[in-house]
């Protein structure tokens, strides 16, 4: 019985082209050149590309700061917080509070 199940679950029968099935749930397979290149480490190109990306004004950290600081001050702060985020990447350690943010909502 649990043979049969893990064998489903990882089967391909009635998937579309491009797509995979997990649990049921339907995803679109990665092309091998994006697979690949997601495994190379990331350079601080890619962390700045990340934060220009992000709204400016978008869930502040717990000190306050918003993406608009980082981008704006990227001249000051961008080595260090490349530095950050490289370690992050090559010890497979997020440090608990990088993941805080202060959200808020207006009533209006």
């Known amino acids: ?11 391909t029968s009635g998937v ?18 994006r697979a690949m290149d997601s495994e ?12 220009f990306g992000m709204g400016p004004l978008q869930a502040p950290g717990i000190d306050g700061f918003n993406a608009l600081f980082f981008q704006h001050n990227w001249d000051l702060v961008g080595a260090n917080v490349c530095h950050f985020i490289s370690n992050i990447f090559s010890s ?17």
């Open 92 to 108: 497979g350690i997020i440090p608990e509070e990088i993941n805080r943010t202060l959200l808020s909502c207006s009533i209006n």
């Open 1 to 11: 019985m649990a043979v049969g199940y893990i064998q489903t679950l990882f089967s």
């Open 40 to 51: 190379r480490p990331v350079n601080s190109t890619d962390i700045r590309r990340a934060i």
């Open 16 to 33: 579309s082209s491009g797509m995979y099935s997990s649990s049921g749930i339907l995803f679109p397979q990665m092309a091998l050149a």
